[in-house]
């Protein structure tokens, strides 16, 4: 029977070739597109699931307005809002604000400019729940010129030897000493880090004593991210800060 089936059905090829032929095509192109629009969903779906706090950790948005209208609206916004969100909102356990360098890092004769370097305060990696591979996470970021690599950049300028505690330069001026080494971010991640600069740091080279110097609210161009306490009431919090956008993991690219 099922030869007499198979039969039947190479007739009927035979007969009907360019019909066929197009379907079985428009099947494999129907299936193909599926598979890469899956794929593309999928991933896009995935952003920042990786970050162990992800479920407690947001953002600031900051969202100005003239006249009663939206006029512009930031990922980075107002240096100061970190810390005193931290101190008036019981909401609030941890913060971490975070500014752009422009470097080109060095270590003995080798030299690169460098795109995913931010400064970062101290409790970045507790924050984000993301561990080091190298270095305590408590400490790693804590005080002046320091600096943490991930994986990746630790092998690009300091190949298999161990980069803890060895010096590395920044801009030809400022001396770091690497005190941690993380696991390189994955593809799926709203932010592209290779190295993190301590703020204090930060601090010291515009010119304040610490970084406390730093919350005045005029300072625009920070990103600010809190990680709250669990069973915190995110709309009651958002509730009393209009002026920003508290996003969650995941919506960070919208």
Avoid: C
Wanted: glycine share 8%; proline share 2%.
């Amino acid at each position: 029977m099922i030869k007499n089936y198979l039969t039947s059905v190479w007739r009927y090829i035979r007969r009907n070739r360019i019909f066929t032929v197009i379907n079985i095509l428009g099947l494999v192109i129907g299936m193909t597109a599926f598979m890469l629009i899956a794929q593309y969903v999928f991933h896009e779906l995935s952003y920042d699931k990786f970050w162990g706090n992800r479920d407690r950790v947001f953002r600031l948005q900051l969202d100005r307005y003239d006249k009663g209208e939206l006029s512009t609206r930031w990922a980075a916004g107002s240096n100061g809002i970190g810390p005193d969100l931290k101190a008036n909102f019981p909401e609030v356990k941890q913060y971490v604000r975070m500014h752009g360098s422009d470097a080109l890092l060095s270590h003995g004769d080798i030299f690169f400019k460098e795109d995913g370097v931010y400064f970062a305060s101290q409790d970045f990696f507790k924050v984000f729940g993301y561990p080091l591979i190298s270095g305590e996470d408590s400490t790693a970021l804590k005080g002046l010129n320091k600096i943490v690599l991930s994986r990746s950049l630790a092998r690009k300028y300091f190949g298999e030897e161990n980069p803890l505690g060895k010096m590395m330069r920044n801009n030809g001026k400022i001396d770091y000493i690497v005190t941690g080494v993380f696991e390189d971010l994955p593809e799926n991640s709203h932010m592209k880090i290779d190295a993190l600069l301590s703020f204090a740091t930060f601090a010291k080279l515009v010119g304040k004593k610490n970084e406390s110097e730093l919350n005045q609210w005029q300072w625009d161009g920070f990103l600010t991210y809190v990680l709250l306490n669990e069973n915190a009431d995110v709309k009651k919090l958002e509730s009393k800060l209009p002026a920003f956008v508290i996003k969650k993991q995941g919506e960070f690219l919208t």
